[in-house]
């Protein structure tokens, strides 16, 4: 059975997002028009479909790292402010771009919430990410032909 580690990741969070989309199981909610992901950003994101990359980045993060934490994510998304007249200190994302398509995925039934240990994946959440990297590798395969043992 094919998992995460075994495709490239940029190429599957790409087809998770197309998924998240075209399936209405997230929504953007009005306000991620006009904001930055945090306070190392100096503007918004320059793509209108962020929101569902942001969601699929989650959902692939909390598949791989999970149980995982708000602040642990915070950390992965932030990055380093940039500052022109001292060194640049890294600084988290932002709370809200990250709680929201969380809680999203949680109605979606994608991952659950643990009390004390952070967020996993659900049974369902695994299952669409599985499924979804299966689908690449024999994508990926039928291109190129050192791959198909894999399949």
């Not at 479909?49 to 791989?64: E, G, N, T």
């Not at 642990?72 to 809200?96: E, P, T, V």
Request: aromatic letters at 8%; charged letters at 25%.
């Amino acid at each position: 059975m094919t998992n995460v580690n075994e495709v490239p990741a940029d190429l599957l969070i790409e087809i998770l997002a197309s998924k998240l989309k075209d399936e209405n199981i997230v929504t953007p909610p009005e306000w991620s028009n006009f904001v930055k992901t945090g306070s190392h950003a100096e503007r918004p994101p320059q793509s209108d479909d962020w929101w569902y990359v942001r969601c699929a980045s989650l959902l692939r993060k909390v598949y791989l790292h999970g149980p995982i934490g708000l602040s642990d994510l915070q950390d992965f998304y932030g990055g380093k402010k940039n500052i022109k007249f001292a060194k640049r200190h890294q600084r988290k994302a932002g709370q809200s771009a990250i709680r929201k398509p969380l809680q999203q995925l949680e109605s979606a039934g994608y991952i659950e919430k643990k009390e004390i240990q952070g967020r996993i994946i659900s049974g369902k959440g695994m299952s669409l990410v599985d499924k979804t990297s299966a689908v690449l590798l024999k994508n990926l395969a039928e291109s190129n032909s050192e791959l198909k043992r894999y399949v």
